[in-house]
């Protein structure tokens, strides 16, 4: 059987085949042309670091005292300014408590009439006992003149008594600072009532020589704070504790370096946290009572894994890098890290060891298995 084909299609068939000839060469031809991507890497290597944990904190005196009065009247004088630095001794306040003046006038009229009373019965001891010596009266009138005496005595010991009471409760009116500090808030102004059962105190006087840093930790951050320092008990660990840092309000750093010294190391069953305080001078007065600021204890790391934030990507609430093995073949790579202080790196803690390379740019045009070029960047940080 004898198949016959025209010229015409012949010819379409033989177009055909030239043009699948020419598309398959193309191919080849292509992909013998196409380079792997160029891409930064960066060969890890362990590097020295120091990383800091922060808290809140709130600034107090070492020494926070309440000046109460201690007798009732009215306010007569304020001898200092609210934020006012005073010394020992210095004058606070005045009361006006007139009957404190009538009583010491009252006990020293007392004492002048009980000396007197001393005098006459001393009196009539001395002029009984030749009598009774004499045997012109008897003995019963000595011993009687003689405990007559011993009560009036008595008596003289009561009013100076009276008399140094008195005097205490109008010393009582002159409020003095019972140590150096700054005065805090003043509630009470001239002409206020104030007594020992006021309800807020003529004010605070707080020491500013050294000043408490007060920071708390809550559960999770004292499991880690037990793990990360040396020490059977919380306060073997805070002797080996590093000297911690002051961020103040405005940002700025604190000049000087504190130490914190105690803590409770019990939760609390109210907050669920730990208290600590640190200690710092405060030669300047520049940390003021009733302030707040952050506390940074640092840490050093002497064989820490750095990378770029910006060489991570999120996958799944999993953060990754691409890392390239020996074929310069990429692939993704979980890891477990916790960002620096400056804001900018991860400190690796699980998924990279030294001597792996992971790509630094253009995460978003790669995938596992792709073929890429490395370009090594030197580590910086």
Do not use: W
């Not at 150096?180 to 309800?199: A, E, F, H, M, Q």
């Amino acid at each position: 059987m004898k198949i016959k084909i025209s010229i015409t299609e012949l010819i379409s068939c033989m177009t055909i085949l030239l043009i699948f000839s020419a598309c398959k060469g193309g191919d080849k031809e292509q992909k013998k042309d196409e380079q792997p991507a160029t891409h930064a890497v960066l060969n890890i290597q362990p590097q020295e670091t120091v990383v800091y944990t922060s808290y809140p904190a709130s600034i107090q005196g070492q020494d926070v005292i309440e000046i109460r009065p201690r007798v009732e009247g009215y306010l007569e004088e304020l001898y200092v300014d609210e934020g006012a630095t005073v010394k020992k001794g210095q004058r606070l306040f005045r009361i006006s408590s007139p009957q404190f003046e009538q009583e010491k006038r009252m006990a020293q009229a007392a004492i002048q009439t009980a000396q007197a009373d001393v005098d006459a019965a001393e009196m009539m001891v001395r002029k009984t006992r030749p009598l009774v010596e004499k045997e012109i009266i008897s003995e019963y009138e000595l011993e009687s003149a003689d405990y007559a005496l011993q009560a009036k005595k008595a008596a003289l010991a009561q009013a100076r008594a009276n008399l140094a009471n008195a005097q205490a409760n109008l010393g009582f009116t002159i409020i003095s600072s019972p140590s150096d500090g700054i005065i805090g808030t003043i509630p009470y102004r001239k002409g206020s009532l104030v007594s020992t059962s006021s309800t807020s105190p003529l004010t605070f006087l707080s020491s500013n020589k050294d000043m408490y840093a007060y920071f708390s930790l809550d559960e999770k951050q004292l499991l880690a704070f037990n793990r990360q320092f040396e020490g059977k008990t919380i306060q073997e660990k805070l002797k080996n504790l590093p000297a911690v840092e002051l961020i103040l309000a405005d940002g700025s750093s604190y000049e000087q370096q504190g130490q914190v010294q105690t803590a409770s190391g019990l939760l609390t069953a109210q907050t669920g946290s730990a208290n600590f305080r640190a200690t710092f001078p405060n030669p300047s007065a520049v940390l003021q009572s009733g302030g707040s600021a952050i506390l940074r204890i640092p840490r050093k790391i002497d064989h820490a894994i750095i990378i770029p934030q910006s060489c991570t990507y999120e996958v799944q609430d999993k953060r990754m890098v691409y890392v390239i093995h020996k074929d310069n073949r990429v692939r993704s790579q979980a890891i477990v890290a916790t960002a620096t202080n400056d804001g900018k790196h991860f400190i690796v803690e699980k998924g990279l060891s030294e001597g792996d390379a992971v790509v630094l740019s253009g995460m978003a045009n790669l995938k596992d298995s792709v073929l890429i070029t490395p370009k090594e960047t030197p580590q910086k940080r």
